[in-house]
């Protein structure tokens, strides 16, 4: 894979090396993806962190993005969106052959990248990444939850009890917060993966020249613009929950739970 990244033919983001540890009962990571790749292939530490956590093993800090658990490593597929079907087919060959190297690339072309690991004996098990599903979800959710909040703010407390609804009100609006803060980090993030790709991309092109250097640079405008047009969407959204008359920040807007309404 180095070699085509250095030819142009693809772009590799980062990689990272998984297999039995020598009792054969787990794994462990034989080459950790390099800490300053995470933020531009955020998909290699959970795909890494996953394996390690669904087969046994030890975590470096490097390879996982979230502490050990398999709650922490679900949860990391799913941000980075990563499939556990694809998962399990993997620690299924991991069984089998005892290595396996995992790897975010971004290519036009898959028979140079194909042929080559075929001719090593080796297997490719592509995997589309399908990080927007989450974010749509995320999305989906924010203005669902911010729905509920306007209903339950009309919502009489007489058969509950003040006290009770009160309750129920602040609870259901710091989940809110939460979300919302959640939604702003994801933004964030894909700004950053973006910032981060292109850092990867304009030091490869930069190694080049002619038509591969041009189509790597091409590469780079689209990966952004794609990113970049993710993060916006999402932004808008928590804005749009934020001016709501649930603002998680406008004053009175959680006090007016206080009320007693029966």
Known sequence: MQDLHADGTLTLYAAAAVGQDKGGIGLTVRVAADPHA?????????????????LGGTLTLVSRSV???????????DEAGLDAGFLHRISRRLRASGDVVVAEVEEERQL?????????????SRHRLLRSLSEER??????????????????????????????????RMHEFQRLVADT?????????????????????????????????????????????????????????????????????????FEEDDS
Do not use: F
């Not at 531009?40 to 962190?49: K, L, T």
């Not at 590469?219 to 709501?244: I, K, P, Y």
């Open 38 to 54: 995470a933020v531009a292939a955020p998909a290699v530490g959970a795909a890494v962190g996953a394996l390690v956590t669904l």
């Open 67 to 77: 502490t050990s658990g398999l709650v922490g490593a679900v949860r990391d597929l």
């Open 112 to 124: 140079p990248l194909d042929s080559r690991i075929l001719a090593l004996g080796g297997r490719i």
């Open 138 to 171: 995320t999305v989906r959710e924010l203005s669902a939850l911010s729905d509920e909040l306007r209903r339950l703010r009309k919502e009489q407390s007489g058969t509950v009890g003040a006290e009770a609804g009160t309750r129920v009100k602040r609870d």
């Open 184 to 256: 702003q980090a994801l933004a964030r993030n894909l700004r950053s993966e973006a910032a981060a790709k292109v850092v990867v991309l304009r030091a490869q092109a930069a190694q080049l020249d002619g038509p591969a250097r041009q189509a790597v640079e091409q590469r780079a405008a689209a990966v952004r613009q794609d990113l970049e047009a993710r993060a916006a969407r999402v932004e808008r959204m928590a804005e749009a929950a934020g001016d709501s008359r649930c603002n998680p920040g406008r004053v009175g807007c959680e006090d007016s």
